[in-house]
């Protein structure tokens, strides 16, 4: 459903009757329960199942690393209704601007390996709303910042998208003993740049990303915390570059 005032029309169909075996409720409800939603007790909760399903192997390691993904996701969008925690931007749709108010979560999944002949588990660890006027990494941060402490043996390697391909991301991670691997696009040339004059020293091994052929470089971050840089604000010409880098193209 794009919003909850959806539910009006979607939940008169058959099905909901036979399905709930009573009456369906209103668009109201939908919304009034959600509002009571206690988002600490359901991180607890989240956290209980976390640690039920660790203690009971069902997390294994993939390569000997713990794995979360961290990603930003849109969950809905308006040009008409907006409440104080929305985000803005302009549409460029048939000649003229318009004003749209969406909101942003940056959410966490760990990524455990699969079990022999079992799915692998998907478990959702926590998420964080992107608040007006900052940007996607500081929301990760805040988000990673309240994760780290609770989960702390949950996970080494967080992986991101090319947004993520910044400074303070690295930093905020290697601080906390955490490895990023995230995605470069061509676009960010200086960073494209650095990385890809560390092929000449680290050589990179052909590889698959989906169905695309690619080059797959592994850059360690260093053996311990003392072994470890910072990277400076602009990555441009550091040689100091270190991080695990993947090229998408060849
Ligand atoms: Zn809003």
Redesign the pocket.
Known sequence: MGNINAWAQVGRARFWQSWLQEPTFSADTLGRVHALLDANGLRQGIHHVYERLKRNKALPDIYGLGVVVLDGHESHASYL??????LQRIIHCGGRDRLQ???RQVTLLLLPGALPGREAVRLLLDHEPQRPGEDEVETALRLLARVIPAYPRAFDLVLADALYAKAPFFNFLLARGKHALVVLKEERRNLYQDVAGLFDHVAPQQGRYRSRQCLWCFLATGAGPGARHSFPGDLHGTPATRQAGRSTKQ
């Open positions: 209704r907006h409440c104080s925690g929305c108010y969406y909101h």
